[in-house]
């Protein structure tokens, strides 16, 4: 009839994996994902929700009008994606029609799956951090991203998957070496063009030390001619000291996992007791030591109205204190609608969240 709203129907078939990873919870999460990414679709989105059909779960939504070819970009970027179909019904039976995924991604995705090691953020939630967090700036194209506790790099390589310059801090210097050999061996292995160079970096009166190991990356000969590249950039040093290491401003994003067990203990005042390189400082479970130490450095390094987005185990840090906290830092917490969504149960003494923000 004239006037009336054309609806289509659309479902999202949950990648086999991701729901072994989070159980329940995954179905949340990913509703949540996708909601945040629908703000930038070309048409409204309504009616959202999980939908099991014949024994298998969906994610079904529905539109004003079809998807554009940039609305499935992004759908073909979310972490729980598996395939997209539209949805039909005649004579009272459903039928799916498969729809052309458009991924575009920079390097192969097997980057960040390859490498496994004890208290690694899985790679699914690590995809869904960064979307959130590109989602929320509006994301187009590649930006600047930062982990200030990047660990073995699962962040960055998965940033870099998605085209996106990438740049962590890890004071774990062994862990930092074995990145570096990771990424090394990748490159070569799957033949992309690369060229390497390390920096010593240190403070005045040796207010600190770190080493800075940076590659820039093209998918092939032609691509290097035309500087169609992107960084990949792993600092051996303490996060306290991100301001030093980069200029102010210098990124778009900041996305990490805050310590929240055994193996995310954070280093507090790392030059008390032993120094850098003869032994650990004391560790704790507690983040909010770490972010009072180091967040006016991060912020001052993310550029006005970029977005930061990090997990934490809420058992050891309210979410009340940790808006306060960003907050006093000159931050906008997003807290309503689908960013109230994150919070998820990981084991008996940890439900993590996530918190994002975005700079004044």
Not at 120 to 147: C, H, P, Q, S
Not at 179 to 185: F, G, L, N
Request: net charge neutral.
């Amino acid at each position: 009839m004239e006037g009336e709203a054309i609806y289509s129907e659309y479902a999202i078939l949950y990648h086999p994996g991701h729901n072994r990873v989070y159980f329940e919870a995954s179905l949340k999460l990913s509703a949540a994902e996708f909601g945040i990414a629908a703000s930038l679709f070309t048409v409204k989105c309504e009616n959202i929700r999980n939908e099991s059909m014949q024994g298998v779960d969906y994610l079904t939504f529905r539109t004003d009008g079809a998807l554009s070819r940039e609305d499935i970009r992004i759908i073909s970027g979310l972490s729980f994606i598996y395939a997209l179909f539209t949805l039909e019904e005649i004579g009272g039976r459903r039928y799916f029609y498969p729809v052309d995924l458009s991924k575009e991604d920079f390097i192969d995705e097997s980057m960040g799956m390859i490498l496994k090691y004890s208290g690694k953020t899985n790679e699914a939630f690590t995809r869904l951090m960064i979307n959130v967090a590109y989602y929320t700036l509006n994301g187009r194209g590649a930006v600047r991203l930062l982990d200030p506790l990047a660990g073995k790099g699962t962040t960055l390589y998965e940033g870099l998957v998605k085209g996106h310059h990438v740049y962590g801090v890890e004071i774990n210097d062994t862990a930092v070496n074995e990145a570096y050999h990771y990424i090394k061996r990748f490159l070569e292995e799957a033949r992309y063009k690369y060229t390497y160079k390390h920096l010593r970096l240190s403070g005045a009166n040796r207010s600190y030390s770190a080493l800075r190991h940076s590659f820039t990356i093209a998918k092939g000969k032609e691509q290097a001619k035309s500087k169609d590249t992107r960084t990949i950039e792993l600092i051996a040093g303490d996060a306290r000291y991100a301001n030093a290491y980069y200029k102010k401003g210098f990124f778009d994003l900041i996305v990490g996992d805050l310590p929240y067990g055994i193996q995310h203990g954070n280093v507090v005042n790392p030059q008390r007791g032993q120094a850098r390189g003869q032994g650990q400082a004391p560790r704790t479970r507690n983040p909010m030591d770490l972010l009072k130490t180091c967040l006016p450095s991060w912020m001052e390094v993310l550029r006005p109205m970029g977005v930061i987005a990090l997990a934490w185990n809420t058992h050891v840090l309210p979410r009340e204190q940790m808006e306060q906290l960003f907050a006093e830092q000159g931050c906008n917490v997003i807290c309503d609608g689908d960013y109230a969504q994150f919070a998820h149960r990981v084991d008996q003494s940890i439900v993590r969240d996530i918190l994002v923000a975005q700079k004044r």
